[in-house]
């Protein structure tokens, strides 16, 4: 459970909101309220693939990867350039775990950038502050 002050914390940086369970979920409630919750899902289908050490699971999520977030109308289709795309297309067919490595980096940075500076400023965000400000008040002044 986060207490107020790490829910305060998350302003430094998109990090500590992805590496923080209650953050994560907050932040994809709001990406999902402005139509972009693909961004953090693609992000944490990476961060797994990465972790993957069998070569036959490296195929097929990779190719799970690909056919959810990057191939043309793809279901979750993220927003990536055309040169980024165009290399993981022709490397697909033998993937590594770092094959995703620039389209991640590209999509991080623009959660960073665009879509995490909104989410502090969000009443999803202030509500989270709140909460966590009211549960701090009441454990430290139980005779109110």
Not at 53 to 82: G, L
Not at 94 to 105: M, N
């Amino acid at each position: 459970r986060s207490n107020a002050g790490e829910t305060v914390t998350w302003s430094e940086s998109v990090d500590t909101v992805l590496a923080n369970k209650e953050g994560l979920a907050a932040f994809r409630t709001f990406l999902k309220s402005e139509f972009s919750e693909e961004n953090v899902e693609f992000w944490l289908a990476c961060e797994d693939f990465k972790k993957t050490k069998s070569s036959t699971k490296i195929a097929s999520k990779a190719r799970k990867i690909y056919s959810d977030f990057i191939q043309a109308d793809a279901p979750k289709e993220i927003n990536i350039d055309f040169h980024t795309k165009n290399d993981i297309s022709e490397n697909i067919s033998e993937p590594t775990l770092s094959c995703f490595d620039a389209a991640q980096r590209s999509v991080y940075s623009l959660m960073a950038k665009d879509s995490f500076p909104r989410f502090l400023r969000s009443e999803v965000y202030k509500e989270l502050v709140k909460k966590h400000q009211d549960r701090n008040q009441k454990r430290w002044l139980p005779f109110l």
